[in-house]
């Protein structure tokens, strides 16, 4: 039984065009959770949504600004090392300064 699965390694190219201004890889797709690599360039924008699951965002490189709430009216700076939980189904934005790269994990019930 195989209970390490390597994902990819950060910082590598994973996929996607990287001369993109947004690419979103996809790295892990799982029962219960879902992990998802975001490179963001020339303050690219991850408009506003909002996930039906709690999230984490983890900020690997660069800064942006992560903004939450019915207004967006709470932000956090991101840097390298940020780590942000945040409730589903709250609404949320990230933007790049000038750019950014996120891990994003989505964790779902059964």
């Known amino acids: 039984m195989k209970h390490i699965e390597l994902l990819g390694e950060l910082g590598a ?13 996809k790295l892990y797709d799982g029962a219960f959770r879902r992990i998802v690599e975001v490179r963001l360039r020339n303050n690219g924008v991850l408009s ?5 699951f ?8 660069g800064k942006g600004i992560f903004s939450a709430g019915a207004d967006l009216e709470d932000s956090q700076d991101l840097r390298a090392g940020t780590l942000i939980t ?10 790049a300064d000038p750019e950014l790269h996120i891990l994003v994990s989505k964790f779902m019930d059964s």
């Open 48 to 52: 506003r949504h909002h996930a039906p």
């Open 13 to 25: 190219d994973v996929g996607g065009d990287l001369s993109k201004d947004k690419v979103v890889n």
């Open 86 to 95: 945040l409730e589903a189904g709250v609404e949320h934005e990230v933007i």
């Open 54 to 61: 709690p999230i984490t965002v983890y900020c690997v490189s």
